[in-house]
């Protein structure tokens, strides 16, 4: 008996060892076809741009085509609902940031997913924030802003586009232990036509739009929410030179849902970081001078995350309890 059970076993690990290559061909056969990366953008704009400039470097390296699928709308909702009803395959990701991470949790009780339902793979892109005035402005710097907004709440407009610039502004306000007169657009180019025509004082936006604004001299930035001065715009101080501990980027990363294959995940991870740090793509980004590569782990990412539902709890409640702000 001790013998043919000897002889069973001896079968039955030959057999397996047999399967061994084949099924080893298959875990390493990943990924075996397109990979979709879903944008919650639309096409053309900025997010596009470089959601496509990533799916191109990262299709050479992976050696299979990288789709681009748009699918802007509903402050994040359409993109998201796109990856939870694919398969936890590894065949589709989404490029997510704090709106849809930190902001809408903050926010909505009702939201049919949680930040759980994601897997972070890899930070991709951080872009800092300015705040800008009109050519003709009463404030010739930040200092006099601050001062003026310290004087009394709500006697300085702030105009925003977004809810992820309306909660940074929050916060900035609450540095300043005042608050801002917010009013909130539809889009850029709203907010440029009222601080060149005088309506509006001052805005917070997404530094890339302003650098040849500036240059022209259609607006002024009287300061940057970094941690240092930017390299396109160097004579432009950081909020933090005027003595105020504020600075708010819009970063964004590319996640799977949660569930993919550990060996899928690590891998499309690491392929990753080989695009985000590829010569090509660097070159690229570095030629905008506002958007910086920021290729940190999945595990970062998470990190962050968590680190986001903490700081912006407070700014993300006083924004859903203030039902003053004008909308244009």
């Not at 191109?56 to 748009?70: K, R, T």
């Not at 009109?134 to 709500?154: I, K, Q, T, W, Y």
């Not at 300061?223 to 933090?240: E, F, K, M, Y």
């Not at 690491?270 to 905008?288: E, I, N």
Request: charged share 15%; net charge neutral; with cysteine.
């Amino acid at each position: 008996m001790h013998g043919r059970l000897t002889r069973r076993r001896m079968q039955f690990l030959l057999a397996a060892s047999a399967l061994c290559p084949a099924l080893a061909v298959r875990a390493n056969d990943y990924p075996s076809r397109a990979v979709r990366m879903v944008l919650p953008v639309g096409t053309g704009g900025g997010g596009d741009t470089l959601g496509r400039a990533i799916a191109e470097h990262l299709s050479a390296i992976i050696g299979q085509p990288v789709v681009v699928d748009n699918r802007p709308g509903a402050d994040g909702l359409i993109a998201m609902q796109s990856l939870l009803s694919a398969p936890a395959d590894g065949y589709t990701m989404l490029l997510i940031g704090p709106q849809p991470m930190v902001f809408n949790p903050l926010l909505r009780s009702d939201l049919p997913y949680q930040p759980s339902d994601l897997l972070p793979l890899t930070g991709v892109f951080r872009s800092w924030t300015t705040l800008v005035t009109g050519p003709d402005s009463r404030f010739g710097n930040f200092a006099e802003l601050a001062a003026a907004v310290r004087a009394g709440r709500d006697t300085v407009s702030l105009g925003t586009s977004g809810l992820s610039y309306r909660v940074g502004a929050t916060l900035l306000g609450s540095r300043l232990d005042s608050r801002f007169l917010q009013i909130s657009y539809k889009s850029f180019p709203q907010i440029l036509n009222d601080l060149v025509g005088g309506v509006l004082d001052v805005a917070l936006v997404d530094t890339t739009p302003i650098v040849p604004l500036q240059n022209a001299g259609k607006l002024r930035a009287l300061a940057v929410a970094a941690p240092q001065r930017l390299p396109l715009l160097p004579g432009v101080p950081t909020i933090h030179e005027s003595g105020v501990d504020f600075d708010f980027a819009l970063w964004t990363a590319l996640a799977v849902r949660a569930g993919t294959p550990a060996e899928h995940a690590r891998r499309l991870e690491a392929d990753l970081h080989k695009a985000l740090t590829s010569p090509g793509l660097t070159d690229f980004v570095a030629k905008l001078g506002t958007t910086e590569l920021w290729p940190v782990s999945g595990a970062d990412i998470a990190a962050e995350v968590a680190a986001g539902l903490s700081r912006f709890k407070a700014p993300v409640a006083q924004v859903a309890a203030d039902v003053s702000v004008e909308q244009r």
